[in-house]
């Protein structure tokens, strides 16, 4: 019962700041994020055993870059492709058995390409338009905490096939399906709650949040299997680190830019 109580007061902290800052201004929006992008840097850097200090400097140039002073549109597309083409890396390698020593450059390359870049799209997402909407991004953080809670409450209920046995083994194919459906409700609502974006993209935000949003998790799993943990670090007491908290989010924020991008193009 103790461990249940800090586990609900430190997820009530952590959306307290988070939504206060979002609904504040977009400055204290990014500067949020760029302190969460530092802790949850230091927590990747450790889980893949690679520490070097010039790749924090790298994330505050990005976000002051991409995310602050958006100088060079071009150049956020390039750095969106290669983000992409990253996750569908880590994605490939959710199927393969064998643990592969990666290079120094390729770890590198991935907490770029990975996790900073990640964290520039997680922050541009409110901005993806003229004008900051702080609803935009509530809205999808609605969508994941939906998703999530109702993956375990159906996983728990009615899961019987497991989904990725050999990564995560409490993840089930009820869950997952339930956890889209009742996003996908979500969305609805949202729409109507908000009066921004339409039900077209609000349904379509559901599905790659809810579906990338499982597949950042088993990433993360996966590396943390690989480095023989449980958690990625203890900053929230009863949740574990804050790359616990982001993981699906952090994942499916490029792909949830790329969304916003075309619905604006087609529109």
Known sequence: MRELGVR??????????????????????????????????????????????????????FILFFSYYKVYQPATYVVLLIT???????????????????????????????????????????????????????????????NDSFAFIIGKSFGRHKLFPSISPKKTIEGFL???????????????????????IWLSLAIVMST??????????????EAGVKDSGTLMPGHGGLYDRLDSILFASPFIYLVLVIFEYVS
């Open 178 to 200: 339930g956890g889209l459906v009742f996003a996908c409700l979500a969305s609805y609502f949202i729409h109507k709650f908000t009066g921004i974006l339409n039900f077209n």
């Open 84 to 146: 992409i083409f990253t996750g569908f890396y880590l994605i490939k390698n959710l199927f393969s058995t064998r643990i592969r020593r990666q290079t120094k450059t390729l770890k590198l390359f991935i907490t770029v390409f990975y996790i900073i870049s990640s964290f520039v799209f997680l922050t541009l997402l409110p901005s993806h338009g003229d004008d900051f909407s702080p609803y935009t991004v509530a809205g999808l953080f609605v969508l994941i905490w939906t």
């Open 8 to 61: 609900c007061l430190s997820g009530l902290l952590y959306i307290t700041i988070l939504l206060f800052s979002i609904f504040y201004s977009e400055k204290w929006y990014i500067l949020l994020f760029l302190v969460f992008g530092i802790i949850t840097l230091r927590e990747f850097l450790r889980l893949i055993s690679f520490q070097f200090w010039y790749t924090y400097l790298i994330l505050i140039a």
């Open 212 to 225: 990338l949003g499982t597949l950042g998790d088993l990433v993360e799993s996966k590396l943390k299997r």
